[in-house]
């Protein structure tokens, strides 16, 4: 998605050299949304990848899951076993 940001935006840098006013806008424009976008995505996917991040932490052990890495050999921060 950054990708197509800075795509729109040297459409708009070379709209606006060759005088095209209104394309260099129109670009530019969606070069920001698109940026405003990627922000948004990003910030949420290091929230929920720092949360998620933890899962990982209480993962059983592989004697107890017989070495297979199934998803019931995860637990969740909540349902520690001692034994």
Same mark, same amino acid.
């Given at each position: 998605m950054l990708g197509w940001a800075v795509i729109f935006l040297i459409i708009a840098l070379v709209a606006a050299v +060759?005088? +095209?006013g209104g394309i260099a806008a129109a670009s530019a424009g969606i070069a920001k949304l698109l940026f405003v976008i990627f *922000?948004? *995505?990003f910030i949420i996917s290091l929230i929920f990848g720092?949360?998620?991040a933890d899962a990982y932490a209480y993962r059983k052990s592989d004697a107890e899951c017989d070495g297979n890495r199934h998803s019931y050999?995860?637990?969740d921060s909540y349902s520690h076993s001692y034994a």
């Open positions: +060759f005088g +095209f *922000l948004v *995505l720092w949360r998620d050999c995860y637990t």
